[in-house]
């Protein structure tokens, strides 16, 4: 049992001590040729399959009652919707010019973009907020019908996206390198896109 | 073996198979009463054995988990444990609060959660034991290497440990009581459990296949985070009917569904990785585990779990012999299967030996997952009649267990077949051939 | 559907303009803005439409009125993907991915729509 | 390019993630919590009696056969609807008295039946028993079972 010299050196697990740095940037495979860190896009991936899920569930509980849902869908206030879409497709063009600062080397101007993203996130939030003060104050809440549940858990969902890009954005504002800011990015459109999907499922179409 | 402290390992795998072999003897037991009801009723009801059945099974792979631990966590950090004597006491202090608890049943001194009966004493005997075997790895991590690997291990075990002090929580109201017991029953099953899976298949796959650590480790970020992006909000499926909101369904229908995806991607990890390394080790029963859990815990997590998962259609299957047809499969695929293959893998070297009893280990593998894979199918099937005749046409509960009594004879014929199988297994690892220990030199090719 | 040949029209114009106008640092910010001007305006347009049309008496969209709404979102999306997440062409298979996501929710959608139109005949 | 895409960064978005996930997990499971003592359960009903009856359901490991809102073992039949099976909604104190002579009446012996145990439980166990499967199946389970099989 006692380990011996020999032992110790032919056990050595290969890789750790001078691994290639190529095959290295390699082992993200194909995720390598998305923008920002491949492991956010993991996430990001997830996170659209869910929301995607999501929104063709909503559309086949749609057809057990249509009736239902055309009459629940009348209490969404759609420029409300209109307007936060608006939010975020501004948001996202900040978030570009983020990367094309940062690719500049201007530290300081991408965090002023980041910034000016940041603040739309919070804008978006507030106005998020608004509707559903009006829906609990004419009693509409979570259980009250398929529609209104389904529409709190995916608008609630992507709200709390909107909660974590704002965090995700600050963090890499922080440390502001290229991978981190087009990480950060990434998933900030990815809430933008996703918003750019509910809004016409859910409000707009009847 | 590189570092002595590994060693004690050993009591760990021996302490885990002595449990396992009675696991499935108190499983071939249940299935007897299946067919045979009035064997044992006065002396040892159902419900004793079953408790025995499935508290053994969580006991022996915890104890895998940790015996994994101690062999790996010294390579990993490439230094010896903090302090082996304490493993080791640990150990003992693990079996001991194990026997009791099996005495305890028998005598009828438990507690009623389904896989919390341990008695009070015991539980807290467990938050010692896990007290002791946190600040033991955790100290050897800080003091040595930190690899993905380790890290992804160690954060797994840590929350096994915390979710572990819900089962202390035991509220009057049976909902919230139901509702929380799953944080101890699904976070571990398919959250930190999958962690610990995943993180230990990365190292006998770094070991075993020579692909560089970078690689391997990526994939294990990878795989750890789809089993908690999706595992974490899955638990929603089992808040379908126990009197909690009804958006749990739609919850449970969208994230459980997709926990079928990181077990896929174990799957493909371990088959690329073998591919990719094109390294032939010479522990061949090892590497046969290690596929073979993956793609197991593929279909008996993934495949079977998505079978029943979607809440139309658990309304009709919910606790019926469909559930029990998942859990077996399930547990034997990921975690059994598991452990078995990190036992293979560390065995030989423990012992200072060459690979020793193949064959014989891989015939085990054979004709254990094939009889698990049959007993799957029976119960499956015995499953699939119960929710037509009980749920669907509301037939009396009793009589539908006749109309499917001849599924419960194949499952026990199964279960002896796993017997058979596991006893081949255990004997393969533990009885080493006689013959001369490896000397310096004269050992395994490199790794 | 005048206005949609229009704007897929105008999505191609976009395209080649972006590898004309690439300066160096990904996405040139005239495309960027084009981009920003183009799902702006569809959806304030959209918005308008909706406002001028809307009776808020709950009646079911026809399929025509729902695939329009549909594909101005699909498209919004698309644009997001292609320019501010910079799938450019190393991303080719990934493109392909995206691409087959945002059918299969347009896909998706509407077929429940044009069930709900059918059923309720 | 391997400087770029770090572990140490993928290790933060894992953990970035879990907590996500994890904080919605638990923020649901808290409105649940609400709902359940609110909405779908009797909270109000909970009687000592109900209580008591619910560790005598624990001490006897009844869970090891029987399920109960379709947990638990599956050798017996499902208990969380047993009360309106035997007719306790109509009838409560029938029901009451035919779930406490089938207790007495236990073990059958009949051969080739499954056997359930003689518990030897008093009578104030047996009527906190009953208490508990009442109140038990008065839980809100968004209609399951699909039938009084159970």
């Known amino acids: 049992m006692e380990p011996d010299q020999d032992t110790i050196a032919q056990h050595d697990d290969s890789g750790l001590m001078d691994h290639d740095p190529q095959s290295a940037s390699d082992a993200w495979g194909g995720l390598e040729a998305l923008p920002g860190h491949p492991l956010m896009w993991v996430l990001i991936l997830s996170e659209l399959v869910v929301f995607g899920a999501f929104l063709l569930t909503f559309s086949a509980a749609r057809i057990g009652d249509p009736a239902g849902f055309a009459n629940d869908q009348l209490h969404l206030d759609r420029v409300m919707g209109g307007i936060n879409t608006l939010v975020l497709l501004t948001s996202g063009l900040f978030a570009v010019f983020a990367v094309r600062a940062i690719k500049k080397d201007a530290v300081l101007q991408c965090r002023v973009w980041l910034a000016g993203t940041a603040v739309l996130g919070i804008v978006f939030l507030i106005v998020k907020l608004i509707e559903y003060g009006t829906k609990i104050d004419a009693g509409i809440g979570l259980e009250t019908s398929t529609f209104f549940t389904l529409y709190y858990l995916i608008t609630g969902f992507h709200a709390l996206h909107v909660v974590m890009g704002l965090g995700v954005l600050g963090v890499v504002a922080i440390w502001p390198n290229l991978t981190n800011i087009e990480t950060g990015t990434a998933f900030w459109h990815m809430i933008d896109m996703v918003w750019v999907l509910v809004f016409p499922v859910i409000y707009l179409l009847r | ?447 | ?121 | 390019m391997s400087e770029r895409l770090t572990k140490s960064a993928a290790r933060n978005i894992f953990y970035g993630g879990t907590i996500f996930f994890l904080v919605i997990f638990i923020g649901l499971t808290l409105h649940s919590h609400n709902y359940i003592v609110n909405e779908s359960s009797n909270q109000d009903q909970l009687t000592p009696s109900v209580v008591a009856g619910k560790h005598v359901w624990e001490r006897n490991s009844c869970i090891n056969c029987h399920t109960l809102l379709g947990e638990g073992a599956y050798f017996a039949p499902e208990l969380g609807n047993v009360w309106v099976r035997y007719g306790g909604q109509d009838d409560p104190e029938g029901a009451r008295d035919m779930l406490k002579a089938w207790m007495a009446a236990q073990p059958t012996g009949i051969e080739g039946r499954r056997q359930m145990p003689q518990f030897n439980l008093t009578d104030q166990e047996l009527d906190e028993l009953v208490d508990f499967l009442k109140w038990t199946s008065e839980i809100d389970t968004q209609n399951w079972p699909p039938n009084e099989a159970g």
């Open chain 2, 1 to 447: 073996m590189k570092y002595q402290s590994q060693k004690v390992a050993l009591y760990y795998i021996y302490g885990a198979l002595t449990l396992f072999a009675a696991q499935i003897l108190f499983g071939v037991v249940a299935g007897t009463v299946y067919v045979f009801p009035n064997v044992l009723s006065e002396l040892l009801p159902f419900n004793v054995i079953r408790m025995i059945h499935t508290n053994a099974l969580i006991v022996w792979l915890l104890m895998g988990y940790f015996g994994a631990a101690y062999y790996l966590l010294p390579e990993e950090c490439e230094t010896e444990l903090h302090s082996p004597k304490m493993a080791i006491i640990q150990f003992w202090l693990f079996m001991a609060a194990t026997a009791a608890a099996v005495v305890g049943y028998i005598l009828g001194y438990h507690e009623g959660r389904e896989f919390l009966e341990q008695p009070l004493p015991i539980k807290v005997g467990i938050v010692v034991v896990a007290l002791m075997f946190l600040y033991n790895t955790t100290l050897t991590l800080l003091k040595g290497r930190k690899t993905a690997v380790s890290n992804v291990l160690m954060v797994a075990l840590w929350f096994v440990a915390l979710l572990f002090l819900f089962a202390f929580y035991n509220p009057s109201n049976l909902a919230v009581d139901k509702m929380y017991w799953w944080y101890v029953v699904h976070l571990w099953v398919e959250g930190v459990w999958e962690l610990i899976m995943a993180s230990i298949l990365a190292f006998l796959m770094i070991k075993m296949t020579g692909v560089d650590r970078e690689v391997v480790e990526k994939w294990l970020y990878v795989m750890v985070s789809l089993s908690l992006f999706t595992g974490i909000l899955g638990t929603g499926h089992h808040y379908y009917w126990i009197g909690t909101p009804g958006y749990w369904q739609w919850i449970g229908n969208v994230f459980s569904t997709l926990e079928v995806v990181p077990f896929f991607a174990m799957v493909v990890f371990c088959f690329y990785m073998v591919w990719k390394g094109g390294r032939d080790h010479p522990n061949k029963a090892a590497l046969l585990w290690s596929l073979g859990c993956s793609v197991m815990a593929f279909f008996g997590a993934g495949v079977w779990g998505f079978m029943h998962t979607l809440s139309s259609i658990n309304y009709y299957t919910h606790g019926t012999q469909i559930t029990a047809a998942h859990g077996h499969l399930a547990f034997y695929g990921a975690y059994v299967m598991l452990n078995l293959a990190i036992f293979t893998y560390a065995l030989p070297y423990l012992r200072g030996r060459e690979p020793y009893n193949q064959q014989l280990n891989m015939w085990g593998f054979w004709i254990t997952t094939s009889a698990m894979a049959f007993m799957t199918f029976t119960l499956t099937f015995a499953g699939v009649v119960q929710t037509h005749l009980q749920r669907v046409l509301g037939m009396n509960y009793m009589e539908v267990q006749d109309q499917v009594a001849l599924f419960y004879w194949m499952r026990l014929g199964a279960g002896v077949v796993v017997l058979i199988g596991v006893t081949m297994i255990i004997w393969s690892l533990v009885v080493a051939p006689r013959g001369p220990r490896v000397t310096a030199g004269a050992r395994l090719p490199a790794e």
């Open chain 3, 1 to 121: 559907m005048d206005r949609h040949l229009t704007v897929a029209a105008e999505s191609d114009d976009i395209s080649a303009s972006s590898t004309t106008l690439n300066d160096g640092h990904g996405l040139s910010s005239r495309t960027a803005i084009f981009v920003w001007l183009l799902a702006s305006g569809t959806t304030v347009m959209s918005m308008v439409l909706a406002l001028i049309g809307d009776d808020r008496t709950g009646a079911m969209l026809g399929i025509l009125p729902a695939m329009t709404i549909m594909m101005v979102g699909s498209l919004k999306a698309w644009l997001i993907l292609r320019y501010y997440l910079g799938l450019g062409p190393s991303a080719d298979g990934w493109r392909g991915l995206f691409i087959a996501f945002l059918i299969v929710i347009f896909a998706g959608v509407l077929a429940a729509q044009a069930a709900m139109i059918l059923m309720n005949r």
